[in-house]
């Protein structure tokens, strides 16, 4: 399992209203990072590597949950 810990301050990006080129230039390049991630995440996936991609304070809650479930499955 792999935990891909997103900042908020990239969430917070896409959520500005861009009101020059510098606020372009930083979407752009917060869309392409978000798509990089994606692009990885999704590789791994067909691995089979399990993926969380959240926020660093939703990791104690999300990892205790999707290790119960993996338990339940009878995967571990």
Known sequence: MIADLRESALDRSLETEVRDLHGALRLHAVHGWLDTRRHHRERLR??????LDLLPAQLPGALVERYLAIKRAGRL
Do not use: D, N, P, R
């Open 46 to 51: 067909h691995l089979g590597v399990e993926i």
